[in-house]
């Protein structure tokens, strides 16, 4: 199986702040990296696909980028809402694995 | 508008089975995959399989092959995961995702969520 780690586990920013979390994968898996927003008590959303394609309705603020091994999402100025666990995913080869997450707080 | 919508949480006893279905409207079924993916008490997330709306072809994860089955329900838009023996480390939340089909660009996603599935395993 692919393996996906994220970095940090959990980081606390501040409104305004830019942040990027850092997301590898075992080997490569091209760009086939999708990231997730989940908020506490609710479902996954869909924030980026194939590593840098927002998907629709997802603020301008985030952003996606990497290819191979090497994935980052960085949200450009954190809003109150950001305040959430993200994950990435690759779907390059099944099981399509998921990182550990990564907690933002304030 | 895309809706996934779940069976109720319930509780079962350690060595049952369960079986939740996700009843999908506002697309065409047939040609997306559903996927599901299940989040034990302060867990991350866990993808446990697919299967091909299309033609019904299954992908499972291998921590739990052996013990679910998934399926659909075509003339009703339904997925349903089955899982049997259930064990304590089952206890999670349960979801179904729509999975896009394969492009060469943009591989798979998940883009629409059911609301999830608390199922709960007592010993």
């Known amino acids: 199986d692919i393996q996906m780690t994220q970095s940090p586990s959990s980081l606390s920013a501040s409104v305004g702040d830019r942040v990027t979390i850092t997301c590898r994968a075992s080997?490569?898996?091209?760009?086939?990296l999708n990231w997730y927003q989940q908020k506490p008590g609710k479902v996954p959303k869909l924030l980026i696909y194939?590593?840098?394609s927002l998907q629709s309705g997802v603020p301008s603020r985030f952003s996606g980028s990497g290819s191979g091994t090497d994935f980052t999402l960085t949200i450009s100025s954190l809003q109150p809402d950001d305040f959430a666990t993200y994950y990435c995913q690759q779907s390059h080869t099944t099981p399509f694995t998921f990182g550990p997450g990564t907690k933002v707080d304030i | 508008q895309v809706q996934l919508v779940q069976s109720g949480a319930e509780v079962y006893e350690s060595g049952a089975s369960v079986k939740v279905s996700c009843k999908a409207s506002?697309?065409?079924?047939?040609?997306?995959?559903i996927s599901w993916v299940r989040q034990a008490p302060g867990q991350g997330l866990e993808w446990m399989g697919w299967i091909s709306a299309y033609n019904g072809n299954t992908n499972y994860a291998q921590k739990v092959q052996g013990r679910v089955t998934m399926t659909t329900d075509t003339s009703t838009s339904t997925g349903y995961m089955e899982l049997r023996s259930l064990r304590s480390d089952d206890t999670a939340v349960y979801y179904c995702a729509r999975v896009t089909s394969f492009d060469i660009l943009t591989g798979y996603y998940a883009d629409y969520w059911g609301q999830g599935t608390l199922v709960t395993v007592s010993s």
């Open positions: 506002g697309y065409t079924f047939t040609s997306y995959y």
């Open positions: 194939a590593a840098s």
């Open positions: 080997q490569s898996i091209t760009n086939y």
